[in-house]
């Protein structure tokens, strides 16, 4: 199995909601900073939340408010919970460590308008 498998994308329309899951086989511990990054097509990749360990967490200015980054570091899993959906989130997104380590195959989120 992949080290990182990230799942439950899909179409959702504007304002809408999604919850992505990644589950991190064997290579997420509590001391890990885990990520959520994005790319959409055309542009390279970035970075959407972080969380770090101890519970703190970041984000990216244009998903602040809305998007939110959990982690489940006994299940090995993190999650994104993400609200109030636009267009401009379209994007493949992935989960990983930071600094990042192999990419795992991503799941596909699109908004529409």
């Known amino acids: 199995q992949a080290p990182l498998v990230e799942s439950g994308g899909g179409l959702a329309q504007t304002g809408g909601s999604l919850k992505l899951s990644c589950a991190a086989s064997g290579i997420m511990s509590s001391s890990d900073t885990m990520a959520w990054y994005r790319q959409a097509p055309g542009k390279q990749r970035e970075l959407v939340a972080i969380s770090f360990s101890g519970n703190i967490t970041t984000y990216k200015d244009a998903v602040k408010g809305r998007f939110t980054i959990s982690r489940d570091d006994a299940k090995n899993t993190l999650d994104l919970q993400m609200n109030s959906l636009k267009p401009e989130d379209t994007a493949v997104y992935y989960c990983?460590?930071?600094?990042?380590?192999?990419w795992g195959q991503g799941t596909q989120v699109t908004v529409s308008s």
């Open positions: 990983n460590k930071i600094p990042a380590r192999a």
